[in-house]
C-alpha cells in the first residue's frame, strides 16, 4: 500500500515492523499515526489460522486498516500541501506480550531486546523524530457506534520462571527425584495467598500460565516453565506486588528442594493519555458520530506498551465500538466495518490535520505543555536498573 501511495519507508525494523513518511511544507514537527500487526492465539475462533491457531480476535486488523485508511486519505486529498509538519505511518509489531519463549530466543538471538513493538521502536530510534502519537484501539462487547477517550491502564513488569528438579522414574523410584511441577503448583498458590494483601486501588492483577508441566508422564517432571505478568495501576504498585510474587515463586522451590531461575522481562509502563490531544480527537469523532456517542474511557486494566509512548511524548490511544464479544475470544467478532475501518481513519486524519495546520500551531502547543516522565535515554535507563539492579 505504501508503494502505491509512493510513499518512502523503511521495513524491517524490530523485525516486522514499517515506518512510512509523507511530508507536509516543512519538516519541523511530525505526528505519528500507527496500527499494531498483531495476531492472538485464539484456535477455537472461527476465522483462526487452521496451522497456528492466529486470529484476529483483538481488532488488530482494524488498526492496521484505519491507519492506512488515515494514509490513503492524506496523501491523496493534497491536504499535506497545506501543513505545517509531516507524518509519519508506522507498522508496529508484537503489542501482545505473548509466547515469551519464543522472543526470548529472539532476545538471546540479538534480534531484539525489548518483548514490545513500541519499546523496541523506542531503543532502535524510530521514534526519535515524532512529536507526538496515535493508534485506535477495538472496544470489545460494544456493537453501538461509540467511541472512548482518555482511559488509562496497568503497567506490568513480565517473567518467565523455571522450575527445575530432578528426572526419576515416577512409579518405580519417584522418591529418588525432585518434582519441579510440585515445586510451581506450591509457587502458585503462594501467589494466591499473598492476593489479599494486594491493596484494590491498585489494580494489582497476576495471572500465571504453565507453559511446560513436564516431559513424559512417567518421569518425575525436572522442567518445568511458567509465565505470568504482574500488572498494577502504577510502577510502584507493580514493584511492590512483583516482589511477593517472586518471594511466593521461591518459596515452591524450597519447599521441595528443586531450584528456580525467574527471568524479569520489561512490561509495559502505564498509560496516561495526552487530555488535549484526546479533546481534538472527540471534536473530530463526534462530527462523525455525534457529540453525544463519544465518551469518556473507563480505566483498562489491561496493559499496552502504547503506555511507554505515553511517557515520552505526547499520545492518545482511543477506543471505538463496532464489535461484540469477548476480547482474545473464540466470539469476538466485527459488526460494523464502518465504523472500526473508516471512521478511526478520518478522525485520526483530521486530527492531524488540526496539529499540523496554521505553522503546527496547536501540535508544538501541546508539546511544549507536555511534561515527558523519560527521555529516550532516561526511558532505557529505567528498564535496565528495575530489572538488573
Not at 456493537?143 to 515416577?170: C, L, M, P, T
Not at 499473598?194 to 518421569?219: C, M, S, W, Y
Not at 496516561?272 to 471534536?283: D, T, V
Not at 469518556?296 to 461484540?324: C, E, L, N, R
Request: aromatic share 8%.
Amino acid at each position: 500500500m505504501f508503494d502505491e501511495l509512493d510513499l518512502e519507508y523503511q521495513d524491517g525494523l524490530a523485525i516486522t515492523g514499517v515506518k512510512a513518511f509523507s511530508t507536509g511544507k516543512n519538516h519541523d514537527f511530525r505526528v505519528a499515526i500507527m496500527g499494531e500487526l498483531d495476531a492472538v492465539v485464539c484456535p477455537a475462533h472461527p476465522y483462526a489460522d487452521p496451522l497456528t491457531g492466529a486470529s484476529h480476535s483483538c481488532g488488530h486488523n482494524a488498526q492496521i486498516s484505519s491507519m492506512l485508511g488515515a494514509a490513503i486519505g492524506l496523501n491523496l486529498s493534497g491536504v499535506l500541501d497545506e501543513l505545517d509538519g509531516d507524518v509519519a505511518f508506522l507498522a508496529v509489531p508484537a503489542e501482545e506480550f505473548v509466547e515469551l519463549e519464543y522472543r526470548e530466543r529472539l532476545r538471546n538471538e540479538g534480534k531484539i531486546k525489548f518483548f514490545g513493538g513500541k519499546q523496541e521502536f523506542i531503543r532502535l530510534g524510530v521514534f526519535d523524530d515524532i512529536d507526538m502519537a496515535m493508534l485506535v484501539h477495538s472496544e470489545a462487547g460494544v456493537e453501538e457506534r461509540k467511541s472512548f477517550i482518555g482511559a488509562g491502564s496497568n503497567g506490568f513488569i513480565g517473567k518467565a520462571v523455571k522450575y527445575i528438579g530432578k528426572e526419576a522414574h515416577a512409579g518405580g523410584a519417584p522418591f529418588e527425584g525432585v518434582n519441579a511441577l510440585n515445586a510451581a503448583m506450591i509457587g502458585l498458590m503462594a501467589i494466591h495467598a499473598q492476593r489479599e494483601t494486594f491493596r484494590d486501588e491498585d489494580a494489582i492483577r497476576v495471572h500465571p500460565i504453565i507453559t511446560k508441566g513436564g516431559d513424559l508422564v512417567n518421569i518425575v517432571p525436572a522442567d518445568v516453565r511458567v509465565e505470568t505478568y504482574v500488572r498494577g495501576r502504577t510502577m510502584t504498585a507493580v514493584i511492590d506486588a512483583n516482589k511477593k510474587v517472586n518471594r511466593a515463586l521461591k518459596a515452591g522451590a524450597y519447599a521441595v528442594g528443586a531450584e528456580v531461575e525467574i527471568d524479569e522481562i520489561p512490561g509495559y509502563l502505564p498509560l496516561n493519555q495526552n487530555e488535549a490531544m484526546g479533546e481534538l480527537f472527540k471534536e473530530n469523532m463526534a462530527v462523525l458520530i455525534g457529540q453525544e456517542n463519544v465518551h469518556q474511557g473507563q480505566f483498562m486494566a489491561g496493559s499496552t506498551d502504547m503506555g511507554d509512548i505515553s511517557s515520552i511524548m505526547p499520545a492518545i490511544h482511543p477506543t471505538v465500538g463496532g464489535f461484540k464479544g469477548l476480547a482474545h475470544s473464540s466470539n469476538f467478532e466485527e459488526v460494523d466495518k464502518e465504523m472500526i475501518y473508516i471512521n478511526p481513519a478520518k478522525a485520526m486524519a483530521m486530527t492531524a490535520i488540526d496539529l499540523l495546520y496554521d505553522g503546527a500551531k496547536l501540535g508544538k502547543e501541546i508539546k511544549s505543555k507536555y511534561k515527558p516522565l523519560y527521555t529516550k535515554e532516561s526511558y532505557l535507563k529505567m528498564w535496565d536498573e528495575l530489572l538488573n539492579g
